[in-house]
């Protein structure tokens, strides 16, 4: 008999979350090897999926398809292939996630492309053990002019994985590719950026953000490389501040500002806690105020004070909104449930003493999918708020 894992029953919730821990596990033969792809059994010894395995760490099993079929190369292809097609076609020289990881049924895989150049995100060591499969499969079905590597994520420690980065396929990158998207034009870092250049989960929030920006002073805090401040300025916006405490970051933003036609923009490299805490001590107001910060919240550990510090920024926020001001707020934290952001952006607000409307309740752009048997892949909520 081929060696293959056995599970204990599995709690009726969990029955087809993708993520096999350790203690849901009862029997994992040597035979299967690290990384290798195994048959995975129920508790009563019928086949119930195929899943790669770590026993390094803790989600040990991660099921890569329900039906018993062999995962081969052929297999690769055709689930990386069917992941692009499901996006159709993509706008000329515009930007897309093409996998993105358990949404697609590919655990530990992200894709990203920027034009023709793909960004390759790979977090686990199984997908590790099948790089040139992927490779391959990229190569035939969106046939780019190159694919980098930027597998320089923390969940890689937890896989006994090493950071890794550098070319795939095609000569380097001579310069930061250009992208479109929309009506902005935005240059993207694909070695150095952060994430595989560009936040493009907010693609769609950017967009939604500047239909406020007309003829209003907007304050883009956390602002990256400028995405929100490019959407805004040409959205009509009548002055834009961008605010990054990353003086990379505030290069960037300023090169897009000028590639749109904003050269003048203001660009302040600092800490947005103390700046916003500085302007709004100083009285200054914004007629629409953008706060995109990092996850504040990795863990649930860290919950508390992440919630801690998102009331202070939106609290800080509130006080500069003019009457009819719009806040766009953001959090990326995966901890914290889109009910408990509006919790905390309640408590600001009651704090300010701002009656605020909500006006849009936004999440992942459809290029992010979230698969609906592992809700906690689900991470991003930007609320649309406006001062009553
Ligand atoms: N809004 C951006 C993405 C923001 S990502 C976009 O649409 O592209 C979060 C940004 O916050 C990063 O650029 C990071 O450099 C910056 N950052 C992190 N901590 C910060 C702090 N305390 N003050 C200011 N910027 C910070």
């Known amino acids: 008999m081929i060696a293959a894992a056995r599970l204990r029953a599995r709690k009726p919730e969990r029955a087809r979350h993708p993520w096999i821990f350790e203690g849901e596990i009862a029997e994992l033969p040597h035979e299967v090897k690290d990384g290798e ?50 996006r159709g076609p993509l706008q000329a020289g515009g930007a897309l996630r093409l996998v993105n990881a358990e949404g697609d049924g590919l655990p530990g895989l992200v894709v990203d492309a920027y034009a023709r150049w793909l960004v390759v995100q790979i977090s686990t060591l199984g997908i ?8 391959e499969a990229l190569k035939e079905s969106y046939v780019p002019d190159g694919i980098y590597e930027r597998s320089d994520v923390p969940e890689r420690e937890l896989e006994g994985l090493q950071q890794r980065t550098g070319v795939l396929l095609g000569d380097p990158p001579k310069e930061k590719i250009e992208i479109v998207e ?12 952060q994430k595989t250049g560009l936040f493009l989960d907010q693609r769609l929030n950017r967009a939604a953000a500047a ?29 834009v501040t961008s605010v990054d405490i990353s003086a990379e970051a505030c290069r960037l933003a300023r090169e897009n500002m000028s ?18 805490r500085d302007a709004s001590d100083a009285g200054k107001t914004y007629g629409q105020i953008i706060l995109d910060p990092p996850a504040f919240a990795r863990g649930k550990a860290t919950l508390e004070s992440a919630m801690r510090g998102y009331k202070e920024i939106n ?10 001001g719009i806040l766009v707020s953001c959090s990326c934290s995966r901890p914290l449930s889109p009910r408990d952001f509006l919790g905390v952006l309640w408590s600001a607000a009651a704090d300010a003493g701002r009656s605020m409307q909500i006006v849009e309740e936004r999440g992942h752009p459809p290029d992010h999918p979230v698969s609906l048997d592992a809700p906690e892949t689900s991470y991003l909520k930007c609320v649309i708020l406006r001062a009553l």
């Open 37 to 86: 792809v195994t048959a995975v059994l129920d508790h009563r010894g019928s086949f119930l999926a195929r899943a790669y395995c770590n026993r390094r760490s803790k989600i040990v099993l991660r099921v890569l398809t329900w039906q018993d079929e062999p995962v081969d190369g052929a297999w690769w292809k055709r689930r990386v292939s069917e992941a692009i097609a499901r």
């Open 128 to 135: 590790e053990c099948v790089r040139d499969a992927i490779v």
């Open 182 to 193: 929309g009506a902005a034009r935005l240059l993207v870092d694909i070695e150095r950026g």
């Open 211 to 239: 239909a406020y920006s007309r003829d209003r002073s907007v304050l883009n805090c956390f602002a990256y490389s400028g995405g929100f401040s490019v959407h805004a300025a040409l959205a009509g916006a009548r002055a």
């Open 259 to 276: 590639l749109n036609g904003f050269p003048d923009s203001e660009v302040i490299e600092a800490n947005c806690f103390t700046y916003l």
């Open 315 to 324: 609290l800080r926020a509130l006080k500069m909104l003019e009457p009819g």
